[in-house]
């Protein structure tokens, strides 16, 4: 059986190698440092936490080969797609299997790292930050109106 101090230094440096692949592979994605931060964490007390490729079915089957592999048991991740999303709204999307201890633990540190997570504690739900304010597309297309002829103020 692996020590724990030996999963979490394997989980630490593959996830490292991951995040150096999400910095320099993804340049049009601008990560907040914050979330970085917060995988960082999560990955040192034991949860796996990181970007997985292609689709949510694939990043399960990979985070769930990893977690055996190196025996721990919880995980949290995004992946290409919600990436593409993040860019578009402003919001990430994160997949997981968690036990109820780790749901707690993974919420706190999320919020201790200023993510402001989002999500109902469901199991068919994923948690949701807002890590970028974004105007939707029909927010900047709005055309300023006038209140009426005889007003100068405007309003959108």
Same mark, same amino acid.
């Given at each position: 059986?692996?020590?724990?101090?030996?999963?979490?230094?394997?989980?630490?440096?593959? !996830?490292?190698?991951?995040?150096?692949?999400?910095?320099?592979?993804?340049?049009?994605?601008?990560?907040?440092?914050?979330?970085?931060?917060? @995988?960082?964490?999560?990955?040192?007390?034991? #949860?796996?936490?990181?970007? !997985?490729?292609?689709? &949510?079915?694939?990043?399960?089957? +990979? !985070?769930? &080969? $990893?977690?055996?592999? $190196?025996? =721990?048991? *919880?995980?949290? @991740?995004?992946?290409?797609?919600? &990436?593409?999303?993040? =860019?578009?709204?402003?919001?990430?999307?994160?997949?997981?299997?968690?036990?109820?201890?780790?749901?707690?633990? #993974? !919420?706190?540190?999320?919020? *201790?790292?200023? $993510?402001?997570?989002?999500?109902?504690?469901? *199991?068919?739900?994923?948690?949701?930050?807002?890590? *970028?304010?974004?105007?939707?597309?029909?927010? +900047?297309?709005?055309?300023?109106?006038?209140?009426?002829?005889? &007003?100068?103020? #405007?309003?959108?």
């Amino acid at each position: 059986m692996i020590s724990s101090i030996t999963k979490r230094k394997d989980l630490l440096e593959l !996830m490292s190698r991951r995040r150096f692949e999400i910095d320099f592979s993804c340049g049009s994605a601008p990560f907040p440092k914050k979330l970085f931060e917060a @995988f960082e964490a999560l990955n040192h007390i034991g #949860v796996a936490a990181g970007r !997985m490729y292609c689709c &949510q079915s694939c990043g399960h089957a +990979e !985070m769930e &080969q $990893l977690i055996k592999d $190196l025996e =721990l048991e *919880n995980y949290i @991740f995004f992946h290409d797609q919600d &990436q593409d999303r993040y =860019l578009e709204t402003g919001e990430l999307y994160l997949a997981f299997d968690l036990s109820e201890d780790a749901k707690k633990l #993974v !919420m706190n540190v999320l919020e *201790n790292h200023n $993510l402001k997570p989002e999500w109902n504690w469901s *199991n068919k739900t994923r948690i949701k930050l807002i890590l *970028n304010e974004r105007k939707t597309k029909n927010e +900047e297309k709005k055309e300023p109106i006038l209140q009426s002829q005889n &007003q100068r103020e #405007v309003k959108y």
